[in-house]
């Protein structure tokens, strides 16, 4: 009878810090979770601080790039200018010489006018005061019968002095706007090519900052998350191992992964920084079955912004294993799982460059190479 009793209370005891440990998990998972939100949000930070940075640097190195060039431009558009300045001085004075020119042979004409009205009976002094220009003077015939040859000659030189002077009042105008327009331009051109380099170089200067900051608080929570994920395989070691081999996670694809789709450290083909990569990543097609690897139970089955949907499952014994990156998630948290289930369809969701599973093995608390525990020939 006793020995009843001392087992029904080893049997009870057992079932107690079974229970215990699993409501402990779940407090822990949440804590964890949490951490692992705000690590997420600060790697999607970190993440556009390193893009807008690289985009600057990239700014700034074309722009010492081409200064060199640039200089060597400005000084022929200098010198361009300098003759331009010339010219449109030498237009003006030639404009000066040809109006003095033109009011002296205009006077001399009105002279002659004169003199042909008083010489004659014909009232020229109406003919002129109702004409508009010289061509109207010019045209009146009854003028004409007043002016010699010496007199009309006279009147052509007047009126092509008064269309060069036009033509070269507008030609002057002319290159006036386009000095001051290129004046304009240059001094817009090294303003904008000034501002471009001050803003590159400063948010450059600044990214710098935020990504040293970001890391640093990426590296705490990353120690905090890791923390937690210790007690939370701690108080799973104490639960019982499921049992058995774990089988292939991905039926679709039994290569053996290489590269950077091994367990170790590697290039990060989105942060590209040397990042340590904790499971394996295993191709796949568009929603191909994810296979749970041993009868188990749903720890965590949701969304993450690293991981993508991704699923967590406790099979007892410290062994815990995570699916990452999938398109459908098929189980629920809480949900008991058994070896071979279909628990999720494969995609590339989360921090992902194409459609794959990414697999971790997890053994009292720490991260291990998944191939120690799964292979493509079982």
């Known amino acids: 009878m006793k020995k009843i009793i001392i087992i029904l209370l080893i049997i009870t005891l057992s079932f107690s810090l079974t229970v215990s440990a699993e409501g402990n998990i779940y407090d822990k998972q949440q804590d964890k979770d949490w951490v692992d939100s705000k690590l997420d949000n600060v790697i999607h930070e970190l993440s556009e601080k390193v893009e807008l940075k690289e985009y600057y640097e990239i700014v700034i190195e074309g722009s ?13 558009f200098q010198a361009w200018l300098i ?48 004409a508009s220009d010289i061509n109207d003077i010019f045209e009146e015939i009854e003028v004409r019968k007043y002016i010699n040859k010496h007199d009309q000659q006279l009147m052509a030189d007047l009126v092509n002095l008064k269309l060069d002077l036009e033509e070269k009042r507008v030609y002057a ?39 040293n900051i970001l890391r640093d608080r990426a590296s705490i929570l990353e120690a905090e998350s890791a923390e937690l994920m210790n007690e939370i395989m701690e108080l799973q070691s104490k639960m019982v191992y499921a049992g058995g081999e774990m089988i292939w996670p991905m039926p679709a694809d039994r290569t053996l992964p290489t590269g950077g789709g091994l367990y170790g450290m590697r290039m990060h083909p989105i942060f590209h920084v040397w990042k340590m990569h904790n499971g394996i990543d ?19 089955a949701g969304f993450s912004s690293g991981y993508g949907n991704r699923i967590v499952i406790d099979h007892g014994g410290g062994f815990v294993t995570l699916y990452a990156h999938g398109n459908t998630i098929l189980v629920r948290e809480g949900e008991a799982v058994t070896k071979g289930q279909v628990i999720m369809l494969a995609g590339s969701t989360g921090y992902s460059t194409g459609p794959h599973l990414h697999f971790e093995v997890f053994v009292n608390g720490k991260r291990v190479d998944p191939l120690l525990y799964v292979t493509p020939l079982r």
Do not use: C
């Open 64 to 76: 010492l790039k081409n200064q060199l060039e640039q200089e060597e431009q400005l000084k022929e």
């Open 282 to 300: 295993v191709g796949a097609p568009w929603d191909a079955n994810i296979l749970a690897v041993n009868d188990g139970v749903v720890l965590k």
């Open 83 to 130: 003759l331009t300045r010339d010219e449109i001085d030498k237009f003006k004075q030639s404009i000066v010489d040809a109006e003095v020119q033109y009011a002296m042979k205009l006077d001399h004409l009105k002279n002659r006018i004169i003199d042909a009205y008083i010489n004659s009976g014909v009232n020229l002094l109406d003919i002129i005061a109702k």
């Open 173 to 211: 105008e002319g290159l006036e706007f386009s000095y001051e327009v290129a004046i304009a331009d240059t001094n817009t051109a090294l303003f904008n090519m000034n501002q471009i380099e001050l803003i590159a170089t400063e948010t450059v200067d600044m990214s710098s900052q935020d990504i």
